[in-house]
């Protein structure tokens, strides 16, 4: 099974983008899925997560009120609908899927299948 993101490319500041995730192969078990990304020299961080049993949303606080998650559980697929977007927002962005119920969603231990990126660029 793997997980497959895409909608990246390069976007205007201010501008949107919407990311995709979705599974092939066989039936993901996913309890959590989200959303992470890495800029050039820096570390992997979190972005934004959902947890599908209660539908609750988890979001880092430098992208709240501009990115939105959303998904189809059933699908195993998760979106990431990015608005407002700086030169910042500019890195690969990886979604990642997580079995294990009870999982802390902001840290990336907690996943244990990974895309393979899409890359955003942010001109200005």
């Known amino acids: 099974v793997q997980l497959q993101a895409s909608g990246g490319g390069l976007v205007q500041a201010g501008g949107s983008l919407r990311l995709s995730c979705a599974a092939s192969?066989?039936?993901?078990?996913?309890?959590?899925m989200g959303w992470f990304r890495q800029a050039p020299g820096k570390e992997r961080e979190f972005v934004a997560a959902?947890?599908?049993?209660?539908?609750?949303?988890y979001y880092a606080d430098f992208v709240k009120g501009r990115f939105t998650i959303s998904g189809d559980n059933a699908k195993n697929t998760v979106y990431l609908q990015m608005n407002s977007l700086n030169r910042e927002d500019a890195a690969v962005y990886y979604c990642?899927?997580?079995?294990?119920?009870?999982?802390?969603?902001?840290?990336?231990?907690?996943?244990?299948?990974w895309g393979q990126g899409t890359k955003v660029t942010v001109s200005s």
């Open positions: 192969g066989r039936t993901v078990n996913s309890v959590v």
């Open positions: 990642a899927s997580a079995g294990r119920p009870g999982i802390f969603p902001f840290s990336i231990s907690g996943y244990e299948l």
């Open positions: 959902i947890r599908w049993r209660t539908d609750t949303t």
